[in-house]
């Protein structure tokens, strides 16, 4: 079985003498050698008033976010 051609790399060829790995950033980068950092998420608190909670989503601890959800949901409810 043919192995990558990139040096150091003993995984088995996918496509173009290439392994998944190197083929995949070929294909997304241009270049087999390309490396990308991963993205690491920014920890925040919570916006709500006396909350230090991590935030989870826009801003707000998941208490804070589903609260937040049900009263916009209430307040689209239109009582007649």
């Known amino acids: 079985m043919k192995t990558c051609g990139i040096d150091n790399c003993s995984k088995p060829v996918k496509a173009r003498d290439l392994c998944s790995m190197h083929h995949q950033r070929l294909m997304r980068h241009g270049d087999p050698n390309t490396v990308m950092p991963r993205r690491t ?37 239109d009582v007649r």
């Not at 976010?65 to 209430?74: A, D, F, G, T």
Request: aromatic share 8%; hydrophobic share 30%; net charge positive.
């Open 41 to 77: 998420k920014k920890l925040v608190d919570c916006s709500w008033i006396n909350c230090s909670s991590q935030a989870v989503s826009k801003g707000l601890c998941v208490k804070h976010y589903y609260i937040n959800r049900v009263l916009k949901k209430n307040e689209q409810i």
